[in-house]
Antibody
């Protein structure tokens, strides 16, 4: 089955860290760029970070640059792999549901999304 | 950064009626626009890409139009499952990929 499943969210204090994971299955993972997109309470969607299929190019929104790091693994099974988002120096305005999203060929629109994992930053 | 502006913020429509949602880009994005449907607790779903191409499995009642800076998503006859939030997104200039703030389609 083609799907994305996020995990790793939770409650963290300001200044803390979390690592999100996104288990991808059903498509050749290394052929596609992947992104993290978040939605803060009552707000719209905000793209956070992206990584190309090879894992050697990464991109970040200004709001998270220098604090977040995206990465991806390459397992022996091309149809089951994982995307990560390491989040450091978390702030209250990072509170959101974080979705992982698969890019279409050419890294244009996002043709597959996960349900998301909730990150709450509060003391 | 390209700013995407959607209108209206909320649209109240009766089942069976037509809904027309608008999206405007702060500069020309050619036809590099996608529309998504998002329901609470679910994964967003791609509806339309390249401004007017329906994604796989999307019913024909969903249609997109426009180019440059003005775009429209039309739902020809609203079904109960269509009540949701709809987002537009540009991919002409990235990063960043940018989204509109969303239009909530609710039952009238």
């Amino acid at each position: 089955e083609v799907q994305l499943l996020e995990s790793g969210g939770g409650l963290v204090q300001p200044g803390g860290s979390l690592r999100l994971s996104c288990a991808a299955s059903g498509f050749i993972f290394n052929n596609y760029a992947m992104s993290w997109v978040r939605q803060a309470p009552g707000k719209g969607l905000e793209w956070v970070s992206a990584i190309n299929g090879g894992g050697d190019s990464t991109y970040y929104a200004d709001s998270v640059k220098g604090r977040f790091a995206i990465s991806r693994d390459s397992s022996d099974n091309p149809y089951k792999n994982t995307l990560y988002l390491q989040m450091n120096s978390l702030r209250a305005d990072d509170t959101a549901i974080y979705h992982c999203a698969k890019s279409s060929m050419g890294a244009r629109h996002f043709d597959l999304w996960g349900r998301g994992t909730l990150v709450a930053v509060s003391s | 950064e390209i700013v995407m502006t959607q209108s209206p913020a909320t649209l109240a429509v009766s089942p069976g009626e037509r809904a027309i949602l608008s999206c405007r880009a702060s500069q020309s994005i050619s036809s590099n626009l996608a529309w998504y449907q998002h329901k609470p607790g679910q994964a967003p779903r791609l509806l339309i890409y390249d401004a007017s191409t329906r994604a796989k499995g999307i019913p024909a009642r969903f249609s997109g139009s426009g180019s440059g800076t003005e775009f429209t998503l039309t739902i020809s006859s609203l079904q109960s499952e269509d009540f949701a939030v709809y987002f537009c997104q540009q991919y002409n200039n990235w990063p960043p990929w940018t989204f509109g703030q969303g239009t909530k389609v609710e039952i009238k």
